[in-house]
């Protein structure tokens, strides 16, 4: 019975929030949507809960795997999904933002709320796809679909600059796929050229990268990770962002941070590094040299700005900016404390945006100017808001100060100068933070609106409440959650650093097969 339900568990997780969109449909009314959305996503994190209980801790394959048919046999493309050290994480993030941000939309999104929620459980499934794709057709189709919900969740219940935003957000966004389709478009012919046959499989084309010539392995490994950095999104390519998160509604501002810029992040750890390793090491000077800057830039813009929203929009552009350095550092540290800072910063900023949100809806104001002294008004919300504070500037205690740690002991063992400047940017993270908190939460209450506010609501507090516990949980477990990662980064440490292929399998039924003899045994 484990084996037919691990053998089903990620296309169940996939394709289940589908049915719930297809179900909020024939539902008549929005309270009703509301809570089958809810049921839903707390179904989905039950169901996603199997791929920790069973998860080979000791193995670096990719385990639940699944290979199906899909096109017809030639092209190569097929249905094939699987979850390693490093995506497991990352579902297991997703699946527990998303009940969250239901709950969460209860009192943030009043219109349309039926068509929110259903495009809600779309993106979901989306997300889930592209972090299991094993397939590169089946991948860019998720990575693809996920812009889809997002463009008309910002769209339709985003601010008055709503439509601005998401166009920015859209022509970004598919600059971006476009160059890396050309990528794997070439990849795929190149791959035909060296073995008389066609496929798409990951795990395959990692080898037939891997062994072209360094100047074709630098131009695809640029193509590739331009797309990516344009998602994280990396500087110069970050422009996008702040519009986004101050004109998206909240839930949306928190998947986006949550999960949606952990794509960029993710792919270039699952795609552009260990399938171009040449190209990497090549583009790795450039590489680390942008995320530095984008760390020190976006704490020094997020300390200017005087709209909270934006604040925290510009603290992800410098936070995300150490997980790039993490994954260029190449070594284990650097990329087990990258992903781990991708858990970590969708934790602590999606809190933030709650938070952020809260206030708003109390208030229709996210001018710092008009707060001031919410401790005396709200002390729940100004409890959490701390909690989620000291995540952000990686207090520690907190899964923050774990990621930064061995992501700047990884840079410091390769690129010491680099370490050094993007160490700079804890320093200023704090600052900007501290400053924030002053200027909110503490200090005279002499706003008389500000006088007039309720404190979190038991639905609100549920919410922050689950995220602030996660905030020390990811702090004082960092061992037994980073010992699902340990033989994943290992192996990808050792391909990157030799330059050799990424070598991995594929664990159906219970037993590890070659991709080629899972092709040819369907």
Excluded at 37 to 58: K, Q, T, Y
Excluded at 106 to 120: P, R
Excluded at 350 to 369: D, K, N, P, Q
Excluded at 479 to 496: D, F, G, I, N
């Amino acid at each position: 019975m484990v084996s037919m339900i691990s053998q089903w568990i990620l296309s169940l997780l996939i394709f289940f929030p589908l049915l719930g969109a297809v179900l909020i449909g024939l539902v008549k009314d929005n309270q009703t949507a509301r809570h089958l959305a809810v049921a839903v996503s707390v179904l989905e994190l039950i169901f996603s809960l199997h791929l920790v209980a069973h998860f080979n801790a000791d193995s670096a394959a990719m385990q639940f795997a699944q290979d199906l048919a899909w096109l017809p046999r030639g092209t190569g493309i097929r249905y094939t999904v699987g979850v390693d050290g490093i995506s497991l994480l990352l579902v297991m993030l997703t699946t527990v933002l998303c009940p969250l941000v239901f709950v969460s939309s209860y009192s943030s999104i009043e219109s349309n709320v039926k068509s929110f929620l259903a495009l809600f459980l779309i993106l979901e499934s989306a997300m889930i796809g592209a972090l299991v794709s094993l397939d590169l057709v089946l991948f860019y189709v998720f990575w693809e679909a996920m812009l889809i919900p997002m463009y008309f969740i910002i769209g339709v219940w985003g601010g008055k600059d709503r439509i601005y935003a998401t166009t920015k957000f859209f022509i970004y966004t598919v600059i971006g796929s476009l160059l890396m389709l050309v990528a794997f478009s070439y990849l795929y012919y190149l791959h035909y050229q060296q073995n008389g046959v066609f496929t798409t499989s990951i795990i395959e084309l990692y080898k037939t990268a891997a062994g072209l010539p360094a100047d074709t392995q630098l131009w695809l490994f640029t193509a590739t990770a331009v797309a990516f950095a344009i998602k994280v999104p990396l500087f110069p390519f970050h422009t996008w962002l702040p519009d986004a998160h101050v004109q998206a509604p909240t839930p949306g501002s928190v998947i986006l941070a949550g999960v949606l810029l952990k794509m960029g992040t993710y792919g270039l750890m699952r795609m552009s590094i260990p399938m171009f390793p040449e190209g990497a090491h090549r583009a790795a000077p450039v590489m680390l040299a942008l995320s530095v800057i984008g760390i020190v830039y976006g704490a020094l813009i997020a300390w200017r700005q005087t709209d909270i929203k934006k604040l925290v929009a510009y603290s992800s552009v410098s936070h995300l900016g150490f997980v790039v350095a993490g994954l260029f550092a190449f070594n284990e540290l650097g990329y087990t404390g990258a992903l781990y800072q991708m858990v970590n910063h969708g934790v602590s900023t999606g809190a933030l945006f709650l938070l952020i949100g809260v206030v708003y809806e109390r208030r229709h104001t996210r001018e710092m100017s008009e707060y001031g002294g919410l401790a005396k008004q709200m002390p729940w919300y100004a409890f959490f808001f701390l909690v989620a504070t000291m995540g952000s500037v990686a207090l520690p205690g907190t899964g923050g100060f774990i990621g930064e740690w061995l992501i700047l002991n990884g840079v410091f063992q390769t690129y010491p100068a680099m370490a050094t400047v993007a160490g700079t940017g804890v320093i200023l993270g704090a600052i900007y933070m501290l400053w924030l908190v002053l200027k909110v939460i503490w200090g005279p209450l002499k706003n008389e609106e500000n006088k007039k506010l309720l404190d979190c609501s038991p639905r609100e507090a549920f919410v922050l409440a689950t995220l602030s516990i996660f905030v020390f949980l990811t702090g004082f477990l960092s061992a037994p959650l980073l010992a699902h990662t340990e033989p994943t980064m290992k192996r990808l440490q050792e391909s990157v650093v030799n330059k050799a292929a990424y070598k991995t399998e594929l664990v159906i039924h219970g037993r590890s097969q070659e991709p080629l003899k899972v092709m040819m045994d369907h």
